[in-house]
């Protein structure tokens, strides 16, 4: 048996779908003989669920079309004259049947891709979920065999909370059997850390104590939220104690062909606060978009760059034990969560990307004051100064360990004075950045050593663990490690 009218209201229905935001939960199917008819869908993701529901059952004509198995009619009709839903969808306020119903719907040349997709959302909440038929699973396929010729709501029902993944859009044409591949867009999320001496983004940075060390965080958009009531993403970043956030947030959006729409320091349609979700890291915060709202300030944005800077503490982590070294770094984590499923009216974000974290790197100077025969030596004075010749002013920590200072710190000194045993730590080193160890006064009875220009050079494996450093002197036949031992040879002074 065929459907008339209404098979051609089926294939205008499902061209609308077609239009629809791809995360939209369901897709309409309209089928016209019993018994052949199987929905298959293309999906090599495993362990999802698709039901689908009858809504209307097969007639010869409109004026004798019924409610299907799976959908509540009464219900329904009492959503579909719910006001608000659109300036056409109003003439649903006199329908009192599923006739009246499908002649509305069919009217092609009022009835539009809006239109379809909250009529679809109207149903999905009056669906009879014990009359579905769900599909089952095999060799990267969906199939759901329809045991009645009808028109058709297909839903995706699986539970994604807490994982990167979001309900599919069905796009469903009108026919025997149908094969669909099921659209799916999330969006993504990657975070970089910027190398102070290169001036690049990547994964791995290195600084000295007390520098400001910036990031960037960039997350897409989905192409199509219009089947969403509300739609949120919150960009979530953990910092490590090594790092002090600076509240310096700023925002790039993109257009899809990645032309900067707008910089602002101000996000438009954002929340900003501290992130309690975590107790792993000293300080974490968020920012929530609320992302409907941002596309319609700017229509066209794929993509919003988040930049910030956080200063490198007291608290890094410096690198000091044997090479290899996986844990003296300090790890910066961002991830997002995202509404993911447009049948949540709420916009509750259950989707979550994958953790993304960066790496900031810092080294220590390990000083070795001898005399000719490698005996310790107390008493001699030393400065740390920069490429400028400027002393750098250091914090003690504990006896004969000493770390750059942060700001103007009280109890900073330029001059630091070695003891009995000679030896001496400086905490917060750079990396590529050339320091000069300067002895400003010798021990009694000895010559003042030579200035010891360096500078550290680092290489990394492919999980951003510290392979090996070398102290280069001018040339790149460097020492290993990053000890200097200083020797004083006696002498007389006039």
Known sequence: MKMKKFAALAAATVMSVSAIAATSAFGVFATTDAGVNNIVIKDSDTNRVYKAYQIFDQASATNTIKWGKGINGDALLTS??????????SQFDSAESAVDVAKIISDADHW????????????????IDNKSVTAYEDNGEYTIPLPNAGYYLVVDATENNGVDKANSALILNVSGTTNVTPKKTKPTLTKQIKHNESDSWGDVGDNAIGDDVEFKITTTIPSDVSAYDKYTYTVRDQLSEGFTFNDNLTYKYYDADGQEITSVTVGPNTTVGDDSSTTDYKESFYVTFDIKELVKNYPTVAKIETYYSAKLNENANVVTGTLPNSKDNNPNTAYLTYSNNPQDTTGKENGETPKVTVYDWTFSLVGNKVNENGEPLAGAAFQLRDKHGDAIRLVKIEDNVYRLEIGDEAGSVDTIWTDATGKFTIKGIDDQTTYK???????????????????????????????????LDGTDSGTSGSTVKIINQKGGSL
Not at 81 to 88: A, H
């Open 112 to 127: 539009t891709k809006e239109d379809t997709a909250k009529f679809a959302k109207a149903a999905s909440a009056c669906i």
């Open 437 to 471: 160890l300067v002895e400003t006064e010798a021990p009694a009875q000895y010559n003042r050593a030579d200035p010891y220009e360096f500078k550290f050079d680092t290489t990394y494996d492919s999980a951003n663990t510290l392979q090996s450093i070398r102290m």
């Open 80 to 89: 579909l004259k719910t006001s608000g839903l659109s300036t056409y969808m």
